[in-house]
């Protein structure tokens, strides 16, 4: 199964704990992920820095570990009604011992599933004003 943007249903919040992991980032308001059911990951955009609008805050469930990452988005207005979203990879909170050996040894294929995640997350929104989107990586 690919990856599906959806509005978080009430059960997944209480499966996945995601109220005790919305007390890390004050401010938080995520009501929409991009899950991967079958293989049990998921993205959501938590917030984003006041200073630089740009750079979010993102929580990772990969591998049975939740990872916070930054990352830093820019929109494009493209011809014939298409987006573009350019992100770059800005960092990530030290994650406990286990998570990050787990992240070290399969870096490639965290990487990987992340960018797969932000493709099915556009930019953002659910119901996109655009005929295609185009995501585009520096990392």
């Avoid at 980032?25 to 059911?37: E, G, H, K």
């Avoid at 820095?49 to 750079?55: I, L, N, T, V």
């Avoid at 050996?101 to 294929?109: G, I, S």
């Avoid at 953002?124 to 520096?138: C, M, N, R, T």
């Amino acid at each position: 199964m690919a990856f599906v943007y959806e509005r978080i249903p009430e059960a997944d919040i209480v499966a996945f704990d995601l109220r005790e992991i919305d007390k890390q980032f004050p401010m938080a308001t995520a009501s929409r992920w991009v899950i991967d059911r079958e293989r049990n990951i998921y993205l959501r955009y938590m917030t984003y820095d006041r200073e630089q609008p740009s750079h979010k805050n993102f929580s990772y469930f990969w591998n049975g570990n939740l990872y916070s990452l930054r990352l830093r988005s820019e929109g494009h207005d493209l011809p014939d009604n298409k987006w573009k979203t350019s992100w770059s990879w800005l960092g990530m909170r030290e994650p406990e011992a286990d998570a990050k050996a787990e992240f070290e040894a399969n870096r490639t294929a965290f990487m990987a599933d992340l960018k797969d995640a932000l493709r099915a997350y556009r930019d953002g929104s659910l119901s996109p004003a655009y005929s295609a989107h185009i995501a585009e990586f520096d990392f």
